[in-house]
C-alpha cells in the first residue's frame, strides 16, 4: 500500500527536528506524499519545498490552525494562499494568543511553587510558543523527567498550570482557510470524539478529515469513513510527527489504500 503523511511538526511549532531532519526522517519512511503543518505558521514552507523536492517526496503545503473550542480540536488547512490577508492576521492573533496563554500559564505555575520564568520558556521558541515549551523548561529544570510528563502533572485540565485556549471557533477557522484558497480538514477527531459536529463544519465549507491517524482504532476509522462518505468529505492520513524527545514521537508515514492515495494526490497535489 502507498505511504503518505500530511500532518507534521517541526523546530518552527513544537516540533523537536527542523524541517531538514523532518524531511529525511520522511524520506527514510518511504512517504511518498507528505506535508508540514505546523501550528499557526506557514515559516517552515518554503524550506520544506525545497527539501521535498529534492528529496523526490510530493509537497503539500500546510498549517495546523487550534480553536478556542476544545485543547485538542485542530483544523488542518492544505493549499493556502501564504499572502492571504484574513489567514495572516488570523495566524498572527492565534500565536498572539499564545504568548498570552504562555505568561498566564507561567505566572500561575509560580503561584503553585514550580518556579520557571517566562525567560526560560521563550528562549525555546523560534516561532510559536506552545504548552510543549513550557514542559521542556519544566523538564530542563528536572522537576519531571520529560516533556510528557510535565503535560500530565502541571499543564492539562484540572492541574495549576492549566490555561484554557481563546481564539477563533472551528467554523471561523474553516471559512478563514476556504476564503485563503485551501482546503479545510478536522485533524485527530477521535481524541475529541464529544465535540464533532459535522453539520456545522460542513456548512462552514469542510472539505475532508484526517481518517487515518496513529491512535485511530480501525472501529474509529470505520466511523470516519462512513461520515465522510455522508458528507462527502475526502479522507487524508496524519502521523502527527513531532520528533524525538517530544513525546509524540510517531512514526512517520501510514500506509492508506491505493484509492485514498489516489484521491490525497488529485485533490491536494498540485
Ligand atoms: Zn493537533
Ligand atoms: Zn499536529
Redesign the pocket.
Known amino acids: 500500500m502507498p505511504i503518505v503523511d500530511l ?1 507534521a511538526h517541526t523546530t518552527f511549532s513544537d516540533g523537536t527536528s527542523s524541517p531538514s531532519e523532518v524531511v529525511h526522517a520522511y524520506l527514510m519512511a518511504g512517504v511518498q506524499i507528505m506535508s508540514i503543518t505546523d ?1 499557526d505558521t506557514l515559516e517552515a514552507l518554503p524550506q520544506a519545498k525545497e527539501l521535498t523536492k529534492k528529496a523526490g517526496i510530493l509537497f503539500v503545503p500546510g498549517v ?1 490552525i ?1 480553536s478556542c473550542e476544545h485543547d ?1 480540536l ?1 483544523i488542518l488547512g492544505y493549499n493556502i494562499d501564504p499572502q492571504n490577508k484574513l489567514l495572516k492576521e488570523a495566524l498572527a492573533q492565534n500565536r498572539e494568543n499564545r504568548n498570552i496563554r504562555a505568561k498566564k500559564i507561567i505566572k500561575q505555575l509560580q503561584e503553585a511553587g514550580i518556579n520557571i520564568t517566562e525567560e526560560e520558556v521563550f528562549k525555546l521558541v523560534r516561532n510559536v510558543a506552545s504548552r510543549a515549551h513550557i514542559a521542556d523548561a519544566i523538564r530542563n529544570k528536572k522537576i519531571t523527567s520529560s516533556r510528557q510528563e510535565a503535560f500530565r502533572k502541571f499543564l492539562i485540565p484540572g492541574k495549576p498550570g492549566y490555561v484554557p485556549n481563546e481564539g477563533l471557533k472551528v467554523c471561523e477557522v474553516i471559512s478563514i482557510i476556504k476564503q485563503a484558497g485551501g482546503k479545510a480538514f478536522m ?2 477527531l477521535g481524541i475529541v470524539q464529544e465535540y464533532w459536529n459535522f453539520p456545522a463544519w460542513v456548512n462552514s465549507g469542510l472539505d475532508g478529515i484526517e481518517v487515518y491517524y496513529p491512535s485511530h482504532k480501525q472501529a474509529m476509522r470505520e466511523e470516519l469513513l462512513k461520515l465522510a462518505k455522508k458528507y462527502n468529505l475526502l479522507i487524508s492520513a496524519g502521523s ?1 510527527h513531532h520528533g524525538k524527545k517530544s513525546g509524540r514521537d510517531n512514526a512517520p508515514g501510514l500506509q492508506v489504500p491505493q484509492e485514498v492515495f489516489d484521491s490525497i494526490k488529485q485533490n491536494l497535489c498540485k
Open positions: 500532518h501550528h495546523e487550534s485538542h485542530h485533524a485527530h502527527d
